[in-house]
C-alpha cells in the first residue's frame, strides 16, 4: 500500500487545557484512527471510534464527523459529556449517530474503555449472512460466545435505538450490525484494535472460504468455546497485563514513521 502523509487538520492544542490522562487518550485514539487509515479502512468520512476518559469516565472523545482518518490529531478529536453535550468548544463535531452508538455502549458498559465502528467489505458481508461469524479459523474461534447481533434498523437518527443495540450487545466483545457492518468493544484502545484486527481477519478468512464453494469443516462448538478461553481478553487480565498492547504499539511505531502529527 502506497501511504501519503496528509497536513493535518490544525486547531489550537488541547495539550495544556485537559488533565494529563485526556491528554494520553486523545493521542492513543488519534494514533488508532491513524492505524485505521493506514491499514485502508477509512469509508470516506464515515464511521468512529471513541474512547472513554479515564479521570471523567461519563465523557468520551470521537472523531469530528468531517474528518478522514487520517486527518485526526490528539487535538481535534471532540470530547463530549453524558448528555452528548461538547465538554469543549470545537470548531468541528460529531454527527449525533457518532455519539449516539458509541456513548450508548460506553454509558451502559463500564468495563468498555473503547470501542471501534466500521463498514469493512468482510465485516459488512458477514453482517448480510443469516449463518452470522462461523468459527471456522483459528482467528474466528477467539470470538466463541463473544459475538451478537443487532438487527438493521436503518440510519442512527433517533435515540431510541440506543437502548436496543445494547441490550443486543450485553456482555458480549464484538458485534454485527446487520447489514451495515461491526461493533467492537475494548477494555482498553490496544485490546480494541486488537479485537478489531482478529475479527476482520475471521471475516475475511470466511467469505473466502465460502466463496469457494468447498464444503467447509466446522469445529464442534465446545471445542470452539475452550479455545476461545486461551485468549486474554476472554479472561479477567492480571493486573499487569494489557491486552493488544505489544501489536498496537508496533502499529503506533509504523504510523509515526510515516506521520508524527497525530501527536499534536
Keep these: 500500500m502506497n501511504v501519503v502523509a496528509m497536513p493535518s487538520v490544525a486547531v489550537p492544542s488541547m495539550k495544556d487545557r485537559v488533565p494529563e490522562a485526556e491528554w494520553e487518550t486523545r493521542v492513543q485514539l488519534a494514533a488508532l484512527y491513524r492505524i485505521a487509515a493506514y491499514m485502508g479502512l477509512e469509508d470516506l468520512t464515515a464511521n468512529h471510534f471513541a474512547a472513554r476518559v479515564p479521570d471523567a469516565p461519563r465523557h468520551f472523545l470521537i472523531k469530528p464527523t ?24 470545537t470548531e468541528h463535531t460529531s454527527s449525533p ?24 467489505t468482510a465485516g459488512a458481508a458477514v453482517s448480510a449472512m443469516d449463518c452470522g461469524l462461523k468459527f471456522i479459523s483459528q482467528s474466528s474461534m477467539r470470538f466463541a460466545g463473544q459475538v451478537a447481533y443487532h438487527r438493521y434498523e436503518g440510519l442512527v437518527h433517533k435515540d431510541e435505538e440506543g437502548p436496543r443495540l445494547v441490550n443486543d450487545l450485553g456482555d458480549k466483545h464484538v458485534m454485527f450490525l446487520e447489514n451495515h457492518g461491526t461493533l467492537i468493544t475494548g477494555r482498553s484502545i490496544p485490546e480494541c484494535f486488537l479485537l478489531h484486527h482478529y475479527l476482520e481477519r475471521s471475516c475475511e ?47 503506533v511505531r509504523k504510523v509515526e514513521a510515516i506521520d508524527p502529527g497525530f501527536r499534536v
Design 66 to 89: 468531517a474528518l478522514l482518518f487520517s486527518e485526526v490529531t490528539a487535538s481535534n478529536l471532540c470530547c463530549y459529556d453524558e448528555n452528548r453535550e461538547l465538554v469543549y468548544k
Design 97 to 120: 449517530a457518532g455519539p449516539r452508538i458509541h456513548g450508548s455502549v460506553l454509558d451502559a458498559r463500564p468495563d468498555v474503555m473503547a470501542t471501534i465502528h466500521l463498514h469493512t
Design 205 to 251: 478468512i470466511q467469505v473466502a472460504a465460502m466463496s469457494s464453494g468447498a464444503v467447509l469443516k466446522e469445529p464442534p462448538m465446545e471445542e470452539c468455546l475452550k479455545m476461545a478461553q486461551g485468549w486474554a481478553e476472554n479472561r479477567a487480565p492480571p493486573a499487569n497485563e494489557m491486552v493488544g498492547e505489544r501489536d498496537f504499539q508496533a502499529m
